[in-house]
């Protein structure tokens, strides 16, 4: 992810070259996938909405990751794109 917008970048650029690619608030991977409006970090799980910062997910016990179920998230993403509260 750069300025949040997914982009892909072969091993050996990653490597070789500062991209100044974004990071995750929780653990500083740049692991990053944004999917439905919202920003996943493929490291920790945290899950946040693209643009805002509010992390979607918190961690459960032994760092586990507790993540709403798929109507959940659909449901959620239709809210924001419809513009319902």
């Known amino acids: 992810m750069r300025d949040e917008t997914q982009v892909l970048v072969c091993p050996d ?3 070789v070259h ?3 690619l974004d990071t995750c608030a929780s ?3 740049i692991a990053l996938i ?3 409006g919202e920003i996943e ?3 920790c799980g945290e ?3 693209a643009r805002d910062g509010e992390p979607l997910v918190t961690a459960g016990p032994a760092g586990s990751a507790r993540m709403p179920g798929l ?3 659909v449901e959620a993403a239709l809210d924001r ?3 319902r509260s």
Do not use: F, N, T, W
């Open 47 to 49: 899950v946040r909405l």
């Open 34 to 36: 944004c999917r439905l």
């Open 27 to 29: 653990c500083g991977s």
């Open 81 to 83: 794109v419809l513009g």
């Open 13 to 15: 650029c990653q490597r």
């Open 41 to 43: 970090c493929r490291s």
């Open 18 to 20: 500062d991209l100044d």
């Open 71 to 73: 109507a959940a998230e």
